[in-house]
């Protein structure tokens, strides 16, 4: 008599509740992270652009009137300006001479 090895399905059952179970946890944990990651971006972002007003003021004596001066100058920004990961625009606030950071 042969006998056939083979999963039965409640074996097959078990091992999809356990990689469901596993995914449960995994995705959500993946999902935060990447949003981490983005808010760590935007900030490091917002400190670049500031410390370049900086450089601005030091270089020319005077604060830029806008946020564009710094962005669309090459020798401030030769690989082209920062942007927000999550596709929020930076703002330039005249008075602090500065780009706040913002909340996503």
């Known amino acids: 008599m042969?006998?056939?090895?083979a999963f039965t399905l409640?074996?097959?059952l078990v091992v999809v509740m356990i990689l469901g179970a596993l995914a449960a946890i995994a995705v959500p944990r993946m999902i935060s992270g990447?949003?981490?990651?983005?808010?760590?971006?935007?900030?490091t972002n917002v400190d670049l652009v500031n410390s370049q007003i900086e450089l601005y003021y030091a270089?020319?004596?005077a604060w830029p009137q806008r946020l564009t001066v710094i962005t669309g100058d090459p020798n401030y920004f030769p690989?082209?300006?920062?942007?927000?990961?999550f596709g929020t625009a930076y703002q330039f606030?005249?008075?602090?001479?500065r780009?706040?950071?913002h909340t996503h």
């Open 59 to 61: 270089n020319k004596g």
């Open 34 to 43: 990447a949003t981490n990651a983005k808010i760590s971006a935007c900030e």
């Open 10 to 12: 409640v074996e097959l």
């Open 99 to 101: 780009v706040p950071g």
């Open 2 to 5: 042969h006998s056939k090895k």
């Open 79 to 85: 690989d082209g300006a920062p942007q927000c990961p």
């Open 93 to 97: 606030n005249t008075n602090t001479h």
